[in-house]
């Protein structure tokens, strides 16, 4: 496995992502249909923390650029284990969201590259797939990008879009 390949692995589940989002109305951002637990902006606001911490924080730690990608907050609001809330004052707007989630892969996709093979090599703890070490992190960033983008191709399609084809 090779940190090209995880790179495009992110880089395509972006793209898949992008599809999903470029169809979905910005007025629907905060709408969480009947017996659905979720909404496109949690969803979004998910993926751009999660994306942070699997690719920069654990590759590299804490930098100072990392204050210009999200705030304390934003992480917190959208971190493992938070619950969409209906309220969409309990949020950013889904401007702010969006800018977020686009600056994290921008930041993503200008370090990344620069991971070394011996860097990629340390170990980490869960989450991680295929191997337990930062290669893994990487991978994992794809894997939980794809899975969140099924969760927003399901709200889109309540939306009462027709299917990607």
């Not at 692995?9 to 979720?38: C, V």
């Not at 650029?65 to 493992?80: A, G, I, T, Y």
């Not at 707007?93 to 991971?115: G, H, L, N, S, W």
Request: charged letters at 20%; proline letters at 7%.
């Amino acid at each position: 496995m090779s940190l090209a390949l995880a790179l495009g692995q992110i880089e395509f589940a972006r793209k898949y992502t992008l599809s999903i989002l470029d169809e979905i109305d910005a007025s629907h951002w905060f709408t969480m249909p009947a017996g659905t637990p979720t909404h496109v902006a949690w969803q979004v606001g998910h993926l751009a923390m999660a994306q942070y911490g699997l690719c920069l924080y654990r590759q590299r730690g804490r930098q100072e650029v990392d204050l210009e990608l999200m705030s304390s907050s934003f992480r917190k609001l959208f971190s493992k284990g938070s619950v969409p809330e209906a309220d969409p004052a309990a949020y950013p707007a889904p401007e702010e969201i969006r800018a977020t989630f686009d600056r994290v892969y921008a930041q993503v996709m200008k370090e990344a590259p620069a991971f070394t093979p011996e860097q990629l090599a340390e170990p980490v703890d869960m989450p991680y797939c295929a191997y337990p070490n930062k290669l893994g992190s990487l991978l994992m960033a794809s894997h939980h990008e794809m899975l969140h983008a099924g969760q927003l191709g399901l709200l889109r399609r309540m939306f009462g879009n027709q299917p990607i084809r």
